[in-house]
């Protein structure tokens, strides 16, 4: 059974970076799509970014276009967030998920997706 679990928050002032990690077990990552999504306190729930299982298409939420990153190592069977100039707008619970639709395996949409891990804060404040 396909597990996640994310780690690598903390409480950062703006303008400061922090990598983000989700760890898989139970499948290879290489294999599926998978996304990382945050939620705000009294928030629902948004898409961050996703990126496909070749990694050919990535999604990105237009509220961290060209700050946050996504990647993957395939054989450590982990994928990353990459945030750079943190806002104390990005202050969330971090999740990551797996793709669980068509729609949702080719990045085109948020919806779809399961096997959510515990999540991790991340906490932007000065």
């Known amino acids: 059974q396909l597990q996640l679990v994310e780690s690598g928050g903390g409480l950062v002032q703006p303008g400061e970076s922090l990598r983000l990690s989700c760890a898989a077990s139970?499948?290879?990552?290489?294999?599926?799509?998978i996304a990382w999504f945050r939620q705000a306190p009294g928030k629902e729930r948004e898409g961050v970014l996703c990126?496909?299982?070749?990694?050919?298409?990535?999604k990105v939420a237009d509220s961290v276009k060209g700050r946050f990153t996504i990647s993957r190592d395939t054989d450590k069977n982990m994928v990353f967030l990459q945030m750079n100039s943190l806002k104390p707008e990005d202050t969330a619970v971090y999740f990551c998920?797996?793709?669980?639709?068509?729609?949702?395996?080719?990045?085109?949409?948020?919806?779809?997706?399961?096997?959510w891990g515990q999540g991790t804060q991340v906490t932007v404040s000065s």
């Open positions: 990126i496909t299982s070749n990694s050919g298409r990535t």
């Open positions: 139970g499948f290879p990552l290489k294999s599926i799509t």
């Open positions: 998920a797996v793709a669980r639709s068509t729609l949702s395996r080719m990045c085109t949409i948020w919806n779809g997706f399961g096997s």
